[in-house]
């Protein structure tokens, strides 16, 4: 059982019998097809040689499937943490210098380290610093971005940067050097795999296609534009005639390889690190979750933060770039049946026979088809709607999923979503720290307290009932000092006051001060301060402290306990 | 009454007439004595020249009179302040050098204008950041700190430094050169004012001394410690043997001028200044709140922002250093019977009047004496016991306290502050982001709903009440989701889950998304999920979104209806 926690395979292999060896197969073979030309395309997209997106799809698919809970997660090179990548290597070399494929090993065995230690620590939860506004806002504008900066490989011109403001410039000077022979490849192979996307599925469906078959089929389009792009670069030796083409891929495995051990190389690429783990990890986790979901099985976050990050380890130290769980390729596997994560460890394999027999054909794969793949593939990303939805919901929410977007577009990666988390928890600490209240009183003939604003209720000119509808904490303390003192200075004749606690969650050390605080400053004003309705976990703490024996007044089980005992039934104050 | 909002003055100042003018003179006299040697103290802590001290207790003073709604806090320099002041300015030049000068009037403007920003954008709430025991934690780090760094003018040597780090080496080391008539007077005036602190008071009210006499009396000891020893310094002609006098301070008003403009020295001192202009704030309200809640008087955070602003700016604008509200200047203030904030003017008066007759005398007042009314003083800032209550009523809390006091006393007080307000605000997420939930049952024959596994209670195994005791938002949405789902993952039978929603007061964007989630997995897993209790403010918001109609289940008023609905009465599941 110990050892199932700690190696989910010791669990899945039992009972593993040769159907399920058949469907995990055939997943597998499907999965592949997808992602050779994604692993070359997000290496592009990173800035590096396609065989390092080859390598990032082999090691550490087995590694992933030795330790991860997901049955279904297929891991690999994906778009947004390639376009993260290229962004932190982009301040340290040259893209496609040595130094630059260094720094991407490094990256990887960074991300690695980080996400196992926040597994071993149990640190999860860190990740949830992420809001789903920021993340959603910074996934879009990631999309916009990585299709802006595939462009200049449909039109074949030079262009490069990190954001809008530096992109839509060196795009709009490269015009003038247009390759109209690559533009004719890319924006083909652009048309196809949209047309593809629309209609082939359905098309497939209507020829009477069974099951899943024309789903798939629809997904691999890809691959077939790769084959005839591949083709027609071959047969017209395209390459003479300006259209850049992949290029010479090393045949054969990748070697072992400790990454470089440069203190200063680390230290640098470490912020980055951490921002590609926890995005890669939050990704990662919301699709293992959501497949897991359909078939009610259940993922463990801190085991997927140790699997995550041995994996890669893995690419760091087998020529890879960092890798997490793919959405689209996680569906594929899912919907191609895969049962266990053998699948992904066959997908490996795949990728490995792949590398071994197709480099001499893949050296004729136009970039531009690439581009096209990587265009279409990001459609998915970006959720414009979702800017109304979350706009509509909550204005607070929408100003950090906007504030996230716009920096990610018109500044860079990095800076969008450090904002972001910055944004979203300032905001979420203003939202808290002038939390709702009410002065409630008894709903005439009932144990009922309303707020007397919005009801008809008894009250007491002698007796205030105040309700706080949020725990009580640093953020909150001081407002509730004001709110109270407020309430006391513009009722002369108040001669007790009952905080109604219900709401409260928490009572942190500093609202446990404001309230001594108030408990005196009451006192100094003849006015008792009483509780009402205090939680058990919020008592059981309150015991540890002084205010209990230093409150003016009582502790009543309920607020009509304390409406009752305070006189608010026939005492002299009373008024409907 | 709208000139009486940003005016304060309007008001109170209608009515003024000769007998309250009588008991604010009175006070102002009180308080001059006592500031007269705290504004030199202050000064020579922050590394400043004498006078630095005597101009920032004028001009602000007037201003704070003018524009504050706290009618007793004295505002001048303090201690906290003064060693923030010379931890900023020592990374930008030597003390007593006139770029170091001219750094202090830059702060004061600076800090003057955070202020006075923060209070027209209405931000005061942005001093909720610094919870209360992060404000006490390096509260007394700073008091232990000051007391630090006045040692070497009580033993008369050469060393200095902004931690503990640098101070107990280099004190070690001056030991050598011990002066021993300076230690003669430092530590004769620090015994003389420890003895009247403990003493002076019930000895002078056991002579028979009346009402607050005795009190005010044993505060203002100082002023004789300082009378005694400038005479000896003078008739036995210190200076000559070594004893560091006060030295000429320039006679006369100081004249206005605007401090330097240089960008870069603005930008350098910015993160000093907001600290210095939080810290201040957060320090000055709470202590005119305590003062004002005595006399069921109010004060609002809001203006009194601006009113320290402003009171900063004239500090900076008349060669004077940062300014805030001092605790025990104002206590004083107010015991000897400030009625409105004239009191301060007044004060300021008194200072003018110093500046104009003492200069001559105060040159030959010892600064052993002057580090000894300061170490004497900050005894009141220093609170260990605080460290000891806090642990016991919250770990967390206390965490973030001693990790505070800890980098503030070894590391410096710019880092410890930021550290502990990181800590806090990491901890409060991490303490909200894995909320107390449980899953609830009915106290048979009751409307009421208690936890399963607390309580002897009816359940349902085709129903699970889940209740949720903390706010629904991006901290704690992914570990909604693993709650719900391991229930589920854990019970094959369920056919329809509850969340019970009266403690939930904010689902934010996030935890909208996750519910949004959460639904359409239970519903791929045949369950159906309901809300209960859902409170108003919420409840308006959902409207907002697609979440009801989207909803596989219901939304009901209570608990019970749901129990009603879903079959927990006589289903065919329950047991109890």
């Known amino acids: 059982m110990n050892l199932e926690r700690w190696l989910p ?40 040689p396609p065989e390092v997106g080859l390598y990032a799809s082999m090691l550490p698919l087995v590694l992933y499937a030795l330790l991860g809970t997901s ?54 939860f860190l990740a949830n ?26 039109f074949g011109v030079e262009a490069s940067g990190h954001n809008l403001v530096q992109l839509v410039p060196a795009l709009w000077q490269g015009m003038d050097n247009i390759s109209g022979l690559t533009l004719l490849i890319g924006g083909g192979a652009w048309l196809y795999l949209v047309l593809c996307r629309r209609h082939l599925r359905t098309g497939l469906q209507k020829l009477g296609l069974p099951g899943q078959a024309p789903d798939l089929m629809a997904k691999a389009a890809p691959v077939s534009a790769v084959i005839v792009t591949t083709l027609l670069a071959w047969g017209f030796n395209l390459k003479a005639q300006g259209v850049e083409l992949v290029g010479k891929v090393p045949s054969g495995l990748p070697s072992l390889a400790m990454p470089s051990l440069d203190g200063e190389l680390w230290s640098t690429l470490l912020p980055a690190a951490v921002l590609i783990s926890l995005v890669g990890f939050v990704e990662s986790v919301s699709v293992a979750q959501t497949l897991a979901a359909k078939r009610r099985q259940r993922i463990d976050p801190n085991q997927e933060l140790i699997a995550l990050g041995v994996a890669n380890i893995g690419a760091g130290v087998s020529g890879g770039s960092p890798v997490s769980g793919g959405f689209s390729r996680s ?10 994560p053998l699948a992904g460890a066959l997908t490996a ?27 279409v593939a990001v ?47 300032g905001l979420h600490l203003y939202r808290t720290s002038q939390p709702h209240s009410a002065v409630v009183g008894r709903v005439p003939g ?23 509808d949020e725990s009580l904490y640093f953020a909150n303390a001081r407002y509730l000092e004001d709110t109270v003192l407020e309430l006391v200075a513009r009722r002369p004749e108040l001669r007790d006051l009952v905080l109604t606690c219900q709401a409260v969650n928490i009572i942190d050390a500093s609202a446990l001060e404001s309230l ?61």
Chains 1, 2 share one sequence.
Do not use: C
């Not at 891991?75 to 993260?84: F, Q």
């Not at 209990?548 to 607020?559: D, K, Q, V, W």
């Open 9 to 48: 395979l010791a669990g899945w292999l039992r009972g593993y019998g040769r159907d399920t060896f058949l469907r995990d197969a055939i997943a597998a073979v499907i999965v592949t097809l997808m992602l050779v030309p994604q692993a070359l395309a997000y290496a592009m997209l990173a800035g590096l």
């Open 71 to 124: 049955a279904t997660l297929a891991v690999g090179p994906v778009a947004v943490a390639s376009l993260m990548t290229a962004a932190a290597l982009g301040s340290i070399a040259e893209a496609g210098t040595p130094e630059y494929v260094a720094g991407a090993l490094v990256l990887a065995a960074l991300s690695g380290l980080i996400l196992v230690g926040m597994g071993i620590l149990r640190l999860g």
């Open 129 to 154: 610093f992420l809001s789903h506004p920021v993340i959603s806002g910074f996934v879009t504008a990631s999309g916009i971005l990585i299709a802006a900066s595939q462009l200049r490989h449909i």
């Open 331 to 340: 569906v594929v596997n899912f919907d191609a049946g895969a049962v266990t």
């Open 349 to 375: 394999l795949g990728i490995a026979l792949s590398t071994l027999l197709l480099t001499t054909p893949l050296a004729f794969l136009p970039k531009a088809t690439l581009a096209a793949t990587i265009i």
């Open 379 to 425: 459609g998915t990303l970006i959720d414009l709607p979702a800017i109304r939805r979350t706009w509509a919901y909550s204005r607070v929410d929408g100003v950090a999923m906007v504030a996230t977007l716009a920096l990610t577009l018109f500044h860079g990666v990095e800076s969008g979503i450090l904002t972001g988390v910055a944004l979203s928890l």
């Open 446 to 468: 009932t144990e009922h307290f309303r707020n007397v604003e919005r009801h008809n209720v008894e009250t007491d000119r002698h007796l205030a009932l105040l309700r706080v």
């Open 516 to 576: 001594e605080a108030i408990n005196s400053r009451l006192s100094d004003a003849g006015v008792r301060l009483h509780l009402a309705e205090v939680k058990g976990p919020v008592m059981d703490r309150l015991k540890n402290s002084d205010l209990p024996h230093e409150l003016s007044g009582r502790i009543f089980l309920s607020t009509y306990e304390a409406w009752q005992a305070l006189g608010g039934d026939g005492g002299a104050g009373k008024s409907v």
